[in-house]
């Protein structure tokens, strides 16, 4: 049973309960719930865990706090609301349990509260071996404000809010131990390490009026943008060419032989925005959106890839765990 | 570091951020956040790691999905609000993601369902080597209706909501695989891995206009009940000899030479409520409400242990994971 496969699973086993009204369920960055007056409330919740998503020999304890936190804060961004609250559950094995786990949350305590994010509750507990942390963060919007991933339009432009691959590049440099890391190097371990949420970005697009669709790209935009095209009913064509990529992930890309297409497409962890809307969207919010394609009509959940403009044949695959 | 040095280290570092006006945080079974006219929202979240919360050898998978739901929903009931939706995270590794994740996931959902709890979201990973599951429920009550542990009165008196001591006991018989087990052996274990969430009793409690303050029993009542004095500021006597037992529990705990009244005061993971509140409140509930003592003055959170009416010593903790 792959790990898709299980959260389909889950979806059949709990869809016999029927949604109130204006609930959004399994499927979306975070769930919906609304409150009448007093807005929709929205939650996520994101798992990360020893020797999966970090080394703790090779992440500082507050990297690894501060990777929690923001990934979780990514997807409140995504769906253009306001953190409210955060909820802490860590799991300590007997050697974790002193100055690692003081200077986790000293790196999780400050990445919520550079964004205003207080922490709300949680829960501590011992483990055998590996540490696991699980974050959730409840936040808030206006009533029917939330970017879903289902509302992207034929005609629309499909854009991104920064470059792409570098976290998945900083992964393939902890995983290869060799000697000196160069300067580009270590910058894009530092990009693995500390994401940064698009909060106010987010907020800004789903206050633009131009913009349909939204998620954060956590498994790459070759796996990401099929949700929003799933969910919406539509296709996309996207151009590799026009995908962003940072002057490090060439440079280190270069030098290592990667290849930075697929690092750029598939690998996932940039925790950018990818938003889809009108083409006014980049003329009326106050930060670079790279257009990287557009919705088309065709097979439900498709992307016809492009290389500047000529149709080419990629096969990726998002991040799965199992 | 103990493991509530390390709660008190988590809210020393976020008590920079002051929390707005009705917003509960760390200290409470959930956290409260005001959605005006929308009511208040509840979250709680707590996390279970194998090895330690449970043995993968002993307890089945639908176990473990019963008791991840229902403990969670326990600390919705002891705020007496409503569920509205629950959040899981499980890490899964190779061993456990094909049966054992299949098995888990429909006792989880049997027990949502069963207290008309949707499943909204969550998040699935892989694991080196053990099972670590996280769940976060978000519940709702009316404005102001939450009943916090900080209004216990001097005068009040102190209520259980049914006998102690079981689940503790279950665990005791997991841990000495000592051959055959009894009937009443069985049932500890039983009662240990399938809590009852007291939702219905919770609502009732909160709805009573008599209850002042309110939890429910996860480390103890020697440790939960002084957190109800300590933010109540008050203090309380406890008669030993009123404290609830079930007849499996005497039996078992007679042919084992345990000591019952630690059992039931210090072992936890009842799930049962702890309710402060009017002399007339057992008559405006419709189930049985056990006096076990009544609230003094004091110093804060201190409770002075009586058997039969007598001042007796007890040197007792509730579980601490590190």
Redesign the interface.
Known sequence: ?G?FD??E??RS??A??T?PSG????GDD??V???????D?M?????L?????FLRSDATPEQVGHKAAAVNLSDIAAMGAIP??A??????P?DA??EW??RF??GF?RT??RY???????????????V?V?V?V?G?CESGRALLRSGAQVGDTIYVTGPLGDSGAGLKVILSPDGERTAEATRLVERHYTPTPRLSEGYALAHSGEAHAMMDISDGIASDLGHILGRSAVAAEVDIALVPTSEELCLEGGRRGWNIAELALAAGEDFELLVVGTERLPSVVDFPLYPIGRIVEGPAGTIKWLSQGVPTQLNLQGYR??
């Open positions: 049973m790990e299980f959260i699973k889950i086993l709990c016999a309960a949604l609930v959004v369920g399994i975070c769930a719930v609304p409150y009448g007056e007093g807005g409330t939650v996520t919740t994101d798992m865990v020893e020797g999966v998503h409210i609250g909820f802490l559950s860590v799991a300590l007997k349990q002193g786990a003081e949350v000293e305590c919520l509260s205003g994010t207080p922490l709300l509750g949680g829960d501590t507990t011992s483990s055998l071996r590996d696991c699980n959730a409840v808030r765990h199992f």
